[in-house]
């Protein structure tokens, strides 16, 4: 995780047999463009393990105005107050544990702890008065443009070059050269299976990891 949107505008122009990127700024945006749509592309495929984030932030004042979520997050993880767990709900299950419409009282039977997500915060049930305790948050990560200033890409090194491939095609379908296209099209899909099979050795992801019910081992 060490290549640069500079290290593959380099990768990209050696494959189009280019000896260096290119200095004209449109042709470089356009081609950072097809790069963001290959990153993009990858990464919506599924919960990376490379998308895994933590954050830590301390609770604020009048938390039933509820907390800022880390401005990359895609999706939670986990949450942790004070070694205590909260479980995420759906947005309309609050009016139920809130008991705000009458609907059912659960204080006395609720087993753990909940929040839920609305506009970029979430909302804890109970509100939560203790300033001083420190949010622990693991989540996954949404990823960001690739442009000139981006240091770093989150894909680990040895699978970016699907991202060459891509942006690569891209260039061929832009010069109305469909048939050049295909063969790095196929080699995105090649290297994205790559990926997946190794999601699926890590067990990591929502879409690469299944519990089992102990009584399904057999």
């Known amino acids: 995780m060490a290549y640069t949107g ?12 280019e000896t260096a990127a290119p200095s004209d700024s449109t042709t470089l945006t356009i081609r950072y463009d097809w790069l963001t ?25 009048g938390s039933t105005t509820g907390y800022a979520e880390p401005t ?10 004070s070694e205590v767990f909260y479980d995420q709900i759906p947005y309309n299950d609050n009016r139920i544990y809130k008991n705000s419409l009458g609907v059912v009282s659960l204080p006395s039977l609720r087993r753990s702890f909940k929040f839920y997500r609305f506009n970029a915060r979430y909302y804890l049930i109970p509100a939560d008065g203790n300033d ?19 240091d770093t890409i989150l894909m680990p090194d040895e699978y970016s070059e699907m991202i060459v491939a891509y942006a690569e095609a891209r260039y061929w379908m832009s010069i109305t ?3 050049k296209a295909s063969v790095p099209f196929q080699e995105f899909d090649e290297i994205l299976r790559e990926m997946e099979a190794e999601q699926d050795r890590r067990g990591a992801g929502s879409s690469g990891f299944a519990i089992l019910d102990p009584e399904d081992a057999y």
């Open 72 to 81: 990359d997050l895609k999706e939670f993880i986990e949450l942790k107050i």
């Open 6 to 17: 500079g290290n593959l505008q380099s990768q990209l122009a050696y494959r189009l047999g």
């Open 37 to 61: 749509k290959a990153y993009f592309k990858a990464a919506r495929n599924r919960n990376w393990w490379w998308l895994e984030g933590a954050h830590t932030s301390n609770t604020n004042t």
């Open 177 to 179: 050269q469909h048939a």
């Open 132 to 150: 001083a305790a420190v949010h622990y948050i693991k989540y996954w990560k949404r990823v960001s443009v690739i442009d000139e200033s981006a």
